[in-house]
């Protein structure tokens, strides 16, 4: 089934912890995205790209770091991680060149870190 | 940047009409979307307005209108089903999508 692949599902972490959070798609979409969801503030934007071997910052980068080597993979890496870094992060892609160009989501992947 | 501003919560009865408003502040507007998600799930598309109107989908329709940065979700014949966040969003000119926190809507029997 095409989507989005998001691993791990879930996971605690140490602080101090280097983490990467990987994030696959198959739908050849060229732009992708890192958000995180915590409660009463909704998704906010980490990190993006709208082509392969090109990254953005979002709103919230500062303590993660990303890189799209190919169209179809996009990881996010918490260098050393901090309690505040608890959270839902949700990888998302789209197809720029059609109409509405909408995000498709990943299932998230749960982080705690201690 | 974008500044996005949506009730926090709604409730309904079942059969009814409800409205979610959503407004937004831009530096460089290139589409508003609405996105539905269940507790414990990804969000998913519902609509997107680019132009200034209503698109309609099914019991969903969404307005929009760019020059007083507004829009705003009509769902129509409520479920129960329909219990669930919906979250405004809106795309600047290098394509990020902002997302407002969420309007969290109970559709009561």
Redesign the interface.
């Known amino acids: 089934i095409a989507g989005i692949t998001q691993a791990p599902t879930s996971q605690i972490l140490a602080a101090g912890r280097r983490m990467t959070l990987r994030c696959t798609q198959d739908m050849r979409h060229n ?1 992708m ?1 890192w ?1 995180r969801q915590d409660l ?6 980490i990190h ?1 790209s ?1 082509t392969a071997g090109t990254t ?1 910052k ?2 919230v980068p500062d303590g993660y770091s990303v890189s799209r080597a190919n169209t179809d993979d996009f990881p996010l890496t918490l260098a050393s991680a901090v309690p505040s870094q608890t959270s839902v992060y ?1 990888c998302a892609s ?1 197809d ?1 060149g059609v ?10 992947s749960r982080l705690t870190v201690l | ?1 974008q500044n996005i501003d949506q009730p926090t919560e709604m409730t309904a009865t079942e059969g009814a009409i409800v409205q979610i408003n959503c407004t937004y502040q831009t530096s460089g507007f290139n ?1 508003l ?1 609405w ?1 539905q998600q269940h507790a414990g ?5 519902l609509s ?1 307005n680019v132009l200034d109107g209503l698109e309609e989908k099914g019991r969903f329709s969404s307005f929009l209108s760019r020059s007083k940065g507004y829009s705003y979700l009509l769902l129509k014949e409520l479920q129960m089903k329909d219990s669930a966040s919906y ?1 405004c ?1 809106v ?1 600047d000119r ?9 309007t969290t809507v109970t559709v009561r029997a």
């Open positions: 732009a995205y958000y009463g503030l909704g998704l906010r934007l993006y709208n953005g979002g709103e949700f789209s720029l109409d509405t160009g909408e995000l498709f989501f990943g299932e998230g | 940047g589409g979307f996105y799930e990804a969000p998913t598309f997107y979250l969003a795309r290098d394509y990020k999508l902002s997302f407002g926190a969420g």
